[in-house]
């Protein structure tokens, strides 16, 4: 569907995922359980694990300004250094395999 939400678990629950409650993201209202869809109501003993299961949501907007990062010519210098030995490597393995 493209909604986002956040989950929340009751550990104490033999399966925890089972008994998940899914609310849209920062709210507490309008929640369901995941399993079957059916009303819930988000009580004390559930707890969102934020940074492992909290979603982030960024509208296009947001990234429309996003521009890629570009390489320190340092970086780019390494690189060429680690290909160029590479290929001097398997240069000399071919001549000593020959």
């Known amino acids: ?31 369901f ?25 960024a509208s296009a907007q947001d990234l429309a300004g996003y521009v890629m990062p570009v390489p320190e010519p340092g970086s780019m210098l390494l690189v060429g250094l680690g290909l160029a030995a590479l290929g001097a490597q398997g240069a000399r393995r071919r001549s000593l395999a020959s």
């Open 1 to 31: 569907s493209g909604t986002q939400f956040d989950v929340y678990f009751r550990m104490s629950a033999a399966d925890p995922f089972a008994a998940s409650i899914q609310c849209p993201i920062d709210q507490i209202t309008n929640c």
């Open 33 to 57: 359980f995941t399993t079957g869809l059916a009303p819930a109501t988000l009580t004390g003993d559930y707890s969102l694990l934020p940074g492992v299961l909290h979603a982030y949501a």
